[in-house]
């Protein structure tokens, strides 16, 4: 059933959500540079094992998810979302010369750690501050077009990967370093090209996660938070599909190759999805999305040749683009506007702690059963998501 609301345009939406947009594309290539690379480095160069890999992965994302139920709190607190932005953007950007230093397994976790303590500063306060800034009738289209512009980067920065590994012989240390450079221009250009909304200015402080507050989150936010849990545990690391394709032969200065094709999927998926957000049933595009899924986790765990893989890393990256603005703007739709940067935080803490236990998971899985068997178990897990989905009440537009 489609919504009354107007749809947006690109021409409507505000210019400090393009430039959030831009800052997001030049940290994701700064970030995607080093873990494109990463998990196919931490294995040949360092000698991790895949649960090794699972587990960092799952604690570095699993901590930038946890820290945003912090950072989110805290913005709603002070009324001000950029500077909290500003500080975990250039936290990320510091951290990326360390993994060009790592020596083993233990650093490479204290730098990943740090990069992703960085994300989950910034993720919800800059979450809140695209839903400060536009009008409810746009917020999938501004969190879509955001998301879009985001994954840009997250394939620019793996094509990169694939040229300088090429230029530079499989010289994963030097392309690490590369990856400093947009990470600090994505800090100066969120401190100079992006104004904050005065709504905030001069009111009342009060604690955001005290229980008078919090009892105020409905029970239609707390189906979404409960959704985006199970979903992420149908969803594991994507150092897994980087695995797999190295696995099935993918050569070693290509494996980026693996994120630039889902990335360009996600990319061109994220901003028509975010914008059919505003229109259409999230429960019908939820399920659809995990259709797709599941439907990518079959063709990973049955490909015989890499390029049956890469087939499956597209089907990865249409479901990405189908649901990740759309939980965001779920989260903004269910949350009062005063509470957005603790609710985004509170969604943020629960898939972290899913995050972990998946990737931990699909790592145990493919070492203990081998590789296919992680994706089957992703499958069955995105069919439980469907379940839930069907049963939950947070979109009345069913």
């Known amino acids: 059933m489609a919504r009354t609301a107007p749809a947006g345009t690109l021409r409507q939406i505000p210019p400090s959500i393009w430039m959030l947009g831009v800052v997001s594309l030049l940290m994701d290539v700064s970030s995607e540079l080093i873990h494109s690379l990463l998990p196919v480095f931490m294995v040949t160069t360092l000698g991790a094992s895949a649960m090794a890999v699972g587990l960092i992965e799952g604690v570095g994302e699993a ?9 989110g709190a805290l913005s709603d607190y002070l009324g001000r979302r950029k500077g909290l932005a500003v500080f975990g953007y250039a936290l990320g950007a510091l951290s990326k ?25 910034r993720g919800a306060p800059r979450d809140a501050l695209v839903a400060d800034i536009v009008p409810p009738h746009l917020r999938g289209a501004a969190f879509g077009l955001r998301q879009a512009l985001d994954t840009v980067g997250a394939f620019v920065g793996p094509l990169m990967a694939i040229g300088l590994m090429y230029i530079w012989a ?25 104004q904050e909304p005065e709504a905030h200015e001069g009111a009342k402080r009060v604690n955001p996660i005290q229980h008078e507050n919090l009892v105020r989150l409905s029970p239609a936010y707390w189906g979404v938070v409960a959704v985006g ?65 599941i439907a990518a986790d079959v063709v990973l765990a049955m490909g015989a040749h890499w390029s049956v893989a890469l087939g499956g890393v597209l089907l990865w990256g249409l479901h990405m683009g189908m649901t990740q603005g759309l939980l965001a703007t779920m989260v903004a739709d269910t949350a009062p506007a005063d509470l957005r940067g603790t609710a985004f935080g509170v969604f943020n803490l629960a898939s972290g702690l899913a995050l972990l236990i998946a990737s931990a998971l699909a790592g145990w899985l493919w070492d203990r059963f081998g590789a296919a068997f992680t994706f089957y178990g992703g499958a069955i897990f995105s069919g439980v998501t469907i379940c839930l989905i069907l049963t939950a009440t947070f979109d009345r537009k069913r």
């Open 63 to 71: 901590t930038a998810l946890i820290v945003k139920v912090f950072s």
């Open 97 to 121: 010369p360390f993994f060009a230093f790592a020596t083993g397994v233990g650093m490479v976790l204290g730098a990943r750690v740090a990069d992703r303590v960085g994300k989950g500063i």
């Open 170 to 194: 499989n010289d994963f240390r030097s392309v690490f370093l590369v990856a400093v450079i947009p990470g600090v221009l994505s800090v100066v250009l969120l401190m100079f090209g992006v």
């Open 229 to 293: 849990a199970v979903f992420t545990l149908a969803r594991f690391s994507e150092a897994f599909l980087v695995l797999r394709a190295q696995h099935l032969g993918l050569p070693l200065f290509l494996v980026p190759v693996v994120l630039v094709a889902m990335n360009l999927v996600y990319s061109i998926a994220a901003y028509p999805f975010g914008k059919l957000a505003d229109r259409y049933s999230h429960t019908k595009l939820l399920v659809w999305g995990l259709v797709v899924l």
